[in-house]
């Protein structure tokens, strides 16, 4: 078969597609043949030479695709040769095949096409687990996501507007802006003309947000927590904005707050498996429903993957950039 490698980490350009060998589902797994696969910021990262794979997991970039069973190993139930899946990975999906342990498998959802659904897997399962299995945004909250035009942004917005929350985005410029008003948000910040703290401190009357979900990091973390309601939540999953950041403990204390941070890719299976059952139990039925989608800003092809990396790296889309075979 072929895929993406990475002989040697650097820019877009160390992206080559190049023939490897099969691989062969173990005991619990089952073979994919790829249609799509999601382009993930940890993919650029993993490029770079800055996010190696979990010991075990693919060499290859790719953390979500679409495609159909080709083959089951020792141990499988619940899923045939032939069915049409998306899936969340530890690496792998930028190749023509890929094993799955079967508890990260998802059909595709009712009225979804199979390129589209490569779209769902880590954003539902980031969301998901982090807005609500961990900070438990509820109905009437107001909840704040940064980068509201991204893969993870988009999906937030629409996953807590399903769930009653108020949304608060920021993003940079008119047209993620106007995009994000589009999937629901109800508070539209632009980061590179205006303070989210300030902004929102005069929208919800001096109260602030009761869930942040954070790409920035660093960068954000005094502001983050600023912004915070009494009982708020902060939820890191990004470090794009640096890793180390000051904490006032006292505001901490004062404001009965919590911080948590998650990756999403290192977690054992189990862990992962529970997640994606909690996703098809919660969002899948959203999906079906129409009341929850895909946003997708282009399909590639495959061995286009280093023009994608380029226009997930200048933040150049809105949603997600899909690789296809």
């Not at 498996?273 to 039925?285: D, G, K, L, N, S």
Request: aromatic residues 4%; charged residues 20%.
């Amino acid at each position: 078969m072929h895929a993406i490698t990475i002989p040697v980490p650097g820019g877009p350009e160390a992206l080559v597609w190049a023939e490897v060998p099969d691989p062969a589902p173990g005991e619990g797994e089952v073979l994919v043949e790829v249609v799509a696969a999601g382009v993930n910021r940890a993919d650029l990262l993993q490029r770079q030479g800055f996010y190696d794979p979990p010991p075990g997991a693919s060499p290859y970039p790719g953390l979500e695709v679409s495609g159909r069973i080709a083959a089951l190993g020792p141990g499988v139930n619940g899923w045939t040769v032939g069915d049409e899946v998306c899936a969340l990975l530890a690496g792998g999906g930028y190749a023509e095949k890929v094993c799955v342990p079967m508890g990260q498998l998802l059909p595709v959802p009712t009225g979804m096409d199979l390129v589209s659904a490569a779209a769902l897997p880590e954003v539902t399962a980031t969301v998901w687990s982090n807005v609500f299995m961990i900070a438990h945004l509820g109905p009437g909250e107001t909840f704040l996501v940064h980068g509201g035009g991204s893969g993870i942004g988009t999906m937030a917005v629409q996953l807590a507007k399903a769930v009653g929350a108020r949304v608060a985005v920021t993003a940079g410029g008119a047209e993620k802006l106007e995009r994000c008003r589009e999937l629901g948000a109800d508070i539209l910040i632009d980061y590179r003309e205006q303070d989210f703290v300030e902004e929102l401190r005069k929208l919800t009357g001096g109260i602030g947000v009761d869930v942040v979900l954070d790409i920035i990091g660093a960068k954000y973390l005094e502001r983050n927590l600023d912004v915070l309601a009494v009982n708020g939540r902060l939820a890191i999953i990004g470090l794009q904005g640096g890793r180390k950041g000051e904490l006032d403990l006292g505001k901490l204390l004062a404001k009965r707050a919590a911080i948590t941070a998650t990756s999403l890719r290192g977690r054992p299976l189990a862990e992962k498996a529970t997640i994606v059952a909690a996703v098809r139990e919660h969002v899948w039925p959203l999906i079906a429903g129409g009341r929850v989608g895909a946003v997708i800003d282009r399909t590639m092809p495959m061995t286009d993957a280093a023009a994608a990396h380029r226009v997930v790296e200048d933040s150049a889309h809105v949603g997600k950039v899909l690789l296809t075979l």
